[in-house]
């Protein structure tokens, strides 16, 4: 397996012809998985996964932030065990004509068939789609497939996006196929946190992605190979602080260690409650209690 985390124009790929699925993947829910199932067989086994650095729809709306950062695209491609994942520069390949970027499939990744979404756009403009390619690849090349259903609805990262404005961990997981999961480095905070007897872990992500609704969460910690309970606050702590900066605060139960600059990851368990501002430190530190209460009864 080989990863192309940068894949310019001018470069090339050494392999034999090769099945090639490609999208823009954020999230890699379970609509992409379908995908490279579908390419894994048409292929027997020998299929490459070619995406772009920046995802089109996130370069196009910056209000935007991915579901996923490369290096976590990257994990989750290698699980599936391609041939090459092709991370294409995008900047260097949205102002390419569509037959331009045909030829940059077919020449420099060596593609013979390709497994595609139908609603994939590409080239300039985004004027070239599935018809263009069939005219370039010729139909029996490219291989469609249609929308990935749950319960009649079609699964998309805006449905996904949805679930995460409404902290509807289940529905969001039951799209993406997997729980929702963020990596960073543990940083130091202002320690308000051990002033009210429940210490907690702020974490500094390692890139900016997608943040589910603001509130307090159910998590399960990873942090020194071992996995932990704790109460995750997403948000801008308005009873304590008022910088607005978005804040990412763990509480880990049954927990005493410096874990101060070490990398720490966390998965979504639940939505416990919304963010609040409380009339006084004493009125948050109830609710927290509570709120740990809570996690310890039901995860």
């Known amino acids: 397996m080989k990863v192309y985390s940068n894949f310019k124009p001018d470069d090339s ?3 034999e012809p090769i099945v090639t699925s490609i999208g823009g993947f954020d999230g890699i829910h379970l609509g992409h998985q379908a995908l490279f199932e579908k390419a894994f067989i048409e292929s027997k ?14 370069y196009f709306n910056k209000s935007l932030d991915p579901l996923l ?28 004509s569509a037959e331009d970027f045909c030829i940059l499939l077919k020449d420099n990744l060596k593609t013979k068939k390709l497994v595609i979404g139908k609603d994939f756009r590409f080239g300039n403009k985004r004027v070239g789609d599935v018809n263009t390619l069939m005219d370039f690849f010729g139909e029996e090349n490219v291989i469609l497939l249609d929308d990935f259903l749950i319960n009649s609805e079609k699964v998309s990262t805006t449905k ?32 308000l946190g051990s002033t009210i007897g429940v210490p907690t ?21 990873n942090c020194d190979n071992e996995s932990y309970l704790g109460c995750l606050n997403i ?23 410096d874990i101060y600059d070490q990398k720490i990851s966390f998965e ?15 009125a948050l530190k109830l609710q927290i209690s509570q709120d740990i209460e809570k996690i310890k009864n039901n995860f």
Request: hydrophobic share 40%.
């Open 201 to 221: 872990a702020n974490v500094k992500l390692a890139e900016n992605v997608q943040l589910p609704r603001f509130g307090v969460y159910a998590v399960n910690v």
């Open 69 to 96: 950062d490369q290096n976590q695209r990257t994990e989750i491609f290698e699980k599936l065990n391609p041939k090459n994942i092709v991370f294409l520069d995008f900047d260097s390949v949205n102002s390419m």
């Open 45 to 58: 086994g020998t299929f490459q996964i070619v995406t772009f650095n920046q995802i089109p729809k996130i």
């Open 13 to 15: 790929i050494e392999t």
């Open 235 to 257: 948000g801008l702590n308005p009873t304590v602080e008022s910088d607005n900066s978005i804040k990412i605060e763990i509480h880990i139960l049954n927990f005493n260690k």
């Open 160 to 191: 996904i996006r949805l679930f995460y404005s409404r902290g509807d961990v289940k529905s969001a997981q039951d799209y993406l196929g997997r729980k929702i999961s963020y990596k960073g480095i543990v940083i130091q905070g202002k320690k």
């Open 268 to 282: 979504l368990l639940d939505f416990i409650r919304d963010e609040a501002k409380f009339e006084s430190v004493e």
